[in-house]
């Protein structure tokens, strides 16, 4: 994926450019810091211009100097004239006003750059499967600018994806669905819809009615919502996590709750599969350290899918457990899981058309 280069004082960091890490790949360099280097060559450059410090200043004509022939935007206060002075005489060729909205900011990128969230399918896609990936990916894009924006969950489109998808893996077989989910470059959003997939098979090879899928599915949709506020940098870092990248990752959890919470378009099953689907029947989970019953069926169900997803996904790191030997890792968990409801997974894992996940590996941090 391209690269978006912001540049800025990290101390005071433009709340556009924070909004644009969970987008984008980006890297922020903090132009106070002399030593501070550019990791990869940059694609696009946005850099906060507002500034009256000669080093700063200095840094970025560096930076700019080196980059090459590539879109150069200032991020400025058209309203100060001396602003726009200095950006263009920097070099930029594009400049934007400090209160840009993320939207319209996304719609100005995203030519550039391209739409991390889109997936690039193979031409052999079959229809129904190529119209579920694209609305759960829509979808799963506009959740994480209603949570930037502070603004409604799109909820009717998301069970409407859930719908489709339902359709899609009936039609098509969820063979081919797995394969098209992983052809997305994004781990992130890759994850998503696997266990989507996953627990809404689970639900409905439970008897599950409608409406119980629909909520299992919703939910499989938003469970790690609370990642949005985690930059794309750290969730599809090419290797491990540092010790602090993952304890932010493990925070997701709580994220979600802060979300979700208080939302009136969100029932309490929806907050209670973001929130803990990482807790373990023997305590040992969290955030909350629940246990036992304290644990309902729904998140027992949704916490099997999300470990086999994992299990099963090829990452940068690590390479791919085959069903058998996801379902064995699963097995010996004992009692952190439901081992009744494991029993009851194992069609869904097993499936004859389900085959073996064949994603090539790209870079992806720990699923947390």
Not at 41 to 66: F, H, K, Q, Y
Not at 281 to 300: A, F, H, N, Q
């Amino acid at each position: 994926m391209k690269i978006l280069l912001l540049l800025a004082d990290r101390t005071a960091c433009p709340v556009l450019f924070r909004q644009l890490a969970q987008f984008f790949n980006t890297q922020l360099i903090d132009c106070e810091d002399g030593a501070a280097a550019v990791a990869e060559p940059a694609d696009v450059i946005l850099a906060d211009v507002r500034t009256t410090n000669g080093a700063v200043v200095s840094r970025i004509r560096s930076i700019l100097g080196e980059a090459g022939d590539i879109p150069k935007i200032g991020l400025v206060n058209l309203a100060k004239r001396q602003e726009g002075v200095q950006a263009r005489a920097l070099g930029f060729s594009q400049l934007w006003n400090v209160d840009l909205p993320i939207e319209e900011a996304l719609d100005l990128l995203k030519p550039l750059i391209g739409d991390y969230s889109g997936p690039n399918l193979p031409d052999d896609t079959p229809a129904a499967t190529r119209l579920s990936v694209e609305r759960l990916c829509a979808v799963l894009d506009r959740i994480a600018l209603s949570v930037m924006t502070e603004t409604q969950l799109p909820i009717v489109q998301t069970a409407e994806s859930v719908q489709l998808t339902l359709s899609a893996i009936r039609s098509d077989g969820i063979g081919a669905w797995l394969s098209a989910v992983q052809s997305h470059h994004s781990h992130t959003f890759c994850h998503s819809m696997l266990v989507t997939g996953y627990a809404i098979s689970f639900a409905k090879l439970l008897g599950a009615s409608a409406e119980e899928v629909a909520l299992l599915g919703i939910g499989a949709v938003v469970h790690d919502v609370g990642k949005v506020r985690i930059p794309l940098s750290i969730l599809d870092k090419p290797g491990k996590l540092t010790r602090e990248e993952f304890t932010l990752v493990r925070k997701h959890p709580v994220y979600s709750r802060e979300i979700l919470t208080g939302r009136p378009e969100i029932v309490p099953d929806i907050i209670d599969l973001a929130v803990h689907h990482h807790e373990y029947l023997d305590g040992t989970g969290y955030p909350d350290g629940l246990s036992g019953d304290e644990i309902g069926r729904y998140v027992r169900m949704l916490t099997i899918c999300d470990i086999y997803s994992a299990l099963t996904e090829e990452r940068a790191y690590k390479r791919a457990f085959s069903a058998r030997q996801a379902y064995a890792t699963l097995l010996e968990m004992g009692g952190k899981i439901d081992q009744d409801l494991l029993h009851q997974f194992r069609p869904v894992a097993f499936r004859s058309d389900l085959g073996e996940i064949r994603r090539t590996a790209v870079p992806a941090a720990q699923t947390g």
